[in-house]
């Protein structure tokens, strides 16, 4: 009774069951991301003459850019923002690139994952493939104990969370991701593996979904090997530390994380990475180290 109050109370906004806190809706102020083609007539209405200079895929990621710095996040084809009037405690966070210093300990992991490979594609073709979908099924299990999803329902949440579409989705052709195509023109993956050994691929340890825009990154999830020998390489701070890398070698100004909740185990290990800012009354705070 208590959440189909709130849902009712707030009518402008998508309401939805907590995913942080127990007992408590989550509102959000959600609409469809705009394609290439309609950016660029968002873009070409606003100041024509200037949509000519750029591609449609420029155009959505200029205006994503603009998003981001509103505290807005993709998810699938949507974008969304936490805007829950009863609750403030989801605090968009960024980083200015230029400025970030890796602390003691940031180095260290560094140095203890030298021996992984990385490469970036993207290639939506390669978003959703066995490998990943074997790697993410094992993460969420690890993560999700007492839910049971077969490997097409994996297959389907990353399909989603890569935010690719099939272009015909009742034909034969469409259940092979070979047809699929992302619906934001940025979005990369990130992929971790071991050394090669003997003439053969490294071993797929961690993969992460980002969306690069002109001016930004948004790391958007991060999915690895729930293996004992994995978990000691701290991967998720390893993960935005080349993120973050990536940044300076594409030239961004800004690196974007998500959430930041100080009562969340799960997200109050972001504000580790200093300096940084956090969105709050519609205005981005620069927090000093320590400085809460």
């Given amino acids: 009774m208590e959440d189909a109050a709130q849902k009712d109370s707030f009518p402008d906004l998508f309401a939805s069951p907590c995913g ?37 895929e420029t155009c959505q990621q ?23 009037p009863d609750c403030k405690k989801c605090i968009p966070i960024r980083l200015a690139v230029k ?15 030298s021996d992984i490979m990385l490469s970036i594609t993207s290639d939506a073709a390669q978003f959703v493939t066995d490998e990943k979908v074997l790697l ?27 935010g690719c579409i099939f272009p015909h989705k009742k034909s034969e052709q469409a259940k ?38 002109v001016h930004s990154l948004s790391s958007n999830y991060f999915y ?8 000691k390489r701290s991967l998720g701070t390893y993960s935005i530390l080349r993120e973050i890398d990536l940044c300076r070698r594409l030239a961004f100004e800004w690196y974007y994380l998500g959430y930041w909740l100080a009562e969340c185990r799960k997200m109050v290990y972001k504000a580790n990475f ?17 400085d809460r």
């Fill in 224 to 231: 690895y090997d729930i293996s004992p020998e994995t978990m």
């Fill in 274 to 290: 200093n300096p940084h800012q956090l969105f709050q009354n519609n205005l981005w705070r620069t927090i000093e180290n320590n």
């Fill in 136 to 162: 993410y099924s094992g993460y969420d299990k690890r993560h999700n104990p007492g839910t049971t999803k077969t490997q097409e329902e994996y297959k389907s949440e990353l399909i989603q969370m890569n």
């Fill in 176 to 213: 092979s991701t070979d047809s699929v195509s992302p619906v934001y023109s940025g979005t990369l993956n990130m992929e971790y593996r071991t050394k090669p050994e003997n003439g053969r691929q490294g071993r797929l340890i961690g993969v992460g979904i980002v969306d690069a825009a």
């Fill in 20 to 56: 942080y806190f127990d007992n408590r809706t989550s509102h959000y102020t959600v609409f469809r991301l705009p394609t290439p083609e309609d950016s660029f007539e968002m873009i070409k209405q606003e100041n024509p003459g200037s949509a000519e200079r750029c591609s449609a």
């Fill in 99 to 113: 400025s970030f210093e890796p602390s003691k300990s940031q180095r260290h992991t560094l140095k203890h994952n």
């Fill in 62 to 84: 200029l205006i994503f850019d603009d998003l981001l710095a509103e505290g807005f996040r993709r998810a699938d084809d949507y974008i969304y923002r936490a805007d829950c």
